[in-house]
């Protein structure tokens, strides 16, 4: 008799448990595997989204490698991005986490301000630094020029491009700002009063005391903002639209990347192929090695030792 | 050493040359880190305050190298106003972000109670899943689901492709939750089931009160993503005008007026404004909300 209460209880948990998870089963199943699996389906096939899909074997494979113009600048310039960008942001947003932390009088209108910009819509804040930037009109070049400093062309530059968009990232730093700041106040004080008592410096504290202690949030930021990085879309798409002059709807195909490929992201590469195009195929070629690359850097996040334990209870 | 020792308790000895340069470089200390700290806000507030100058000039004006409005040109926020499609804009985004929130949110509770509090075979699994699906670019899978939405379900011109899918779980939101109910003690829900409470009514009566920051967390975290979406809208609102949200319209916004940089930075004031105002009646959400994904693994 209690095998059978057992079972049936076991059964109803069962049950209780697919009853809860059922939303995200669904929604796991129709908008990630379906898609997923479609998207390799047609990387093989030529699609224009009229004509009945046919099969092309590797052709889109090879026409993406080998032929279209974009994909290796798209992912020369992810690479910067992720090397300079990525770091430059880890390293300004502990800056400003180390900051707020000893600032002691006005503490919260400071860390007021510095989280703002993070909320910004990130098409207004686009929009407003390429105003901010315009080499003609702009603010920055007008009171760069004042105080004798040669100003730069910023998004019309192809060699000023990204580190605008850097700019652009430092200044919505505002989520790195609180992690950081959440962790430096979880440091055991005790262990900074026994390396004062040692003679350390505060140089020495914060290398052997600091480091160690926030080193699994330094990592979850940096991969974290890889993982972004593999995500840029709008930033660089408006950047280039509003430097280039582009009006939307008037008939004028944008060049993207503008200046001279310089903003290309492989996001951007997905909609140029896929819906500007019509070459849904070749589209999804890039899908997938976008694909490929932001699994990596997920499973080295999700890795027990090293990363932070996120899976973990 | 014993000189130190021998001082009366609680009475202020004359300041010694060792405490007077403590105290003076705790004092130059203060000034540095306050001087950083105002370096600082002029970074992270300046360029709010040139566009909400330039977005009162006047047309000539904003395209001159002045900072500073010769005239109040206040007229300029009706103007934004009064361009075709912008009130249809604000209801679309209000329409996409507080439908897609309130979805979101009532199919991500479950999910996210199931992955934090019951044990199954499969949970690490599906833990790990979540997790790969926040962490995937929309990119990745887009072109099936365009396919699936405009051919198959002919949605294409409409923002149901963007609301439905949040009815089904959102990834980041089950996980922010997830993180948030495992603080909960097991306590709280055992003595529930004692009192004889199902699993739904312990859901409903016991944890739902006691996660209000998180739900509230993660509601504006949806609200903001969708108010913010570009990608989405451009997918499949694009050939409609009729279904802009604010972020994608605000581009065009500059297409209409093509170098009028004050109307455009009207406008981007009144998309940029809301999100602000919000986060001053929800700062401590946020903050929970951001600290949760880093933190508390």
């Known amino acids: 008799m209690s095998t059978i209460t057992l079972a049936s209880k076991r059964r109803r948990a069962a049950l209780r448990t697919a009853a809860f998870m059922s939303p995200w089963l669904i929604g796991f199943a129709v908008f990630f595997a379906y898609p997923l699996i479609s998207t390799v389906y047609f990387s093989f096939m030529h699609y224009d989204g009229f004509r009945p899909p046919t099969w092309s074997g590797a052709k889109n494979w090879t026409y993406v490698f080998e032929n279209y113009p974009y994909f290796w600048p798209a992912l020369r310039n992810t690479l910067w991005l992720v090397v300079i960008m990525v770091s430059l942001r880890v390293l300004f947003g502990l800056g400003v986490g180390l900051l707020i932390t000893k600032i002691k009088t006005g503490t919260g209108v400071f860390r007021t301000l510095f989280y703002l910009p993070y909320l910004a819509p990130p098409v207004a804040a686009t929009m407003a630094f390429a105003f901010l930037l315009n080499p003609g009109t702009g603010p920055v070049n007008s009171i760069l020029e004042k105080i004798g400093i040669p100003a730069p062309g910023w998004f019309n530059d192809p060699s000023w491009s990204k580190p605008a968009l850097t700019l652009l990232a430092l200044w919505g730093i505002g989520d790195l700002m609180v992690i950081f700041m959440a962790a430096l106040l979880d440091v055991p004080q005790e262990q900074y009063e026994a390396a004062e008592l040692d003679g350390a410096s505060a140089w020495q504290r914060f290398r052997y005391v600091t480091l160690p202690n926030i080193s699994p949030i330094v990592m979850f930021a940096v991969v974290t903002g890889v993982i972004q990085t593999m995500q840029y879309y709008t930033q660089p798409l408006i950047a280039g639209k509003v430097a280039s002059g582009v009006i939307q709807g008037a008939g004028t195909q944008f060049e993207p990347g503008y200046p001279e490929k310089s903003t290309l992201t492989l996001p951007q590469l997905v909609y140029n192929l896929g819906f500007q195009r019509f070459d849904y195929g070749s589209a999804c070629v890039v899908a997938l090695v976008l694909f490929a690359l932001s699994m990596v850097f997920t499973a080295f996040l999700m890795r027990r030792r090293g990363g932070l334990n996120l899976a973990g209870d | ?297």
Not at chain 2, 74 to 100: E, M, Q
């Open chain 2, 1 to 297: 050493m014993t000189q130190v020792l021998d001082k009366p308790v609680g009475v202020r000895a004359p300041a010694s040359p060792a405490a007077r340069t403590a105290r003076r470089r705790a004092a130059l200390e203060w000034v540095a880190v306050h001087s950083l700290g105002v370096a600082a806000a002029l970074f992270f507030t300046l360029p709010f305050v040139f566009v909400l100058l330039t977005s009162l000039m006047s047309d000539s004006q904003a395209l001159s190298r002045d900072l500073i409005p010769h005239t109040w040109e206040w007229g300029n926020y009706r103007k934004v106003f009064d361009t075709p499609g912008f009130l249809t804009w604000w209801r679309n985004t209000l329409v996409y972000a507080g439908l897609g929130t309130v979805l979101t949110v009532v199919s991500s509770v479950p999910v996210a109670y199931a992955l934090a509090k019951f044990r199954f075979r499969g949970r690490n699994l599906s833990l790990m899943l979540v997790i790969s699906m926040m962490m995937l670019p929309p990119q990745v899978i887009i072109i099936p689901m365009y396919l699936f939405w405009a051919k198959q379900l002919d949605l294409a011109g409409t923002l149901w492709p963007l609301i439905i899918p949040m009815a089904f779980g959102d990834a980041f939101s089950i996980f922010l939750l997830r993180q948030f109910l495992m603080t909960i003690p097991n306590e709280y829900l055992d003595a529930a089931k004692v009192d004889g409470c199902g699993d739904l009514r312990t859901l409903l009566k016991v944890v739902l009160p006691m996660a209000r920051p998180g739900i509230a967390a993660v509601g504006l975290f949806q609200f903001f993503y969708a108010w913010n979406d570009y990608f989405g809208p451009q997918i499949y609102a694009s050939e409609n005008p009729g279904a802009w949200t604010l972020s994608y319209g605000l581009e065009s916004f500059k297409g209409a007026h093509h170098t009028d940089w004050n109307l455009t930075m009207a406008a981007t004031v009144l998309v940029m404004a809301p999100v602000i105002l919000v986060f001053f009646f929800a700062q401590r959400a946020f903050v929970e909300g951001v600290t949760l994904t880093g933190v508390k693994g």
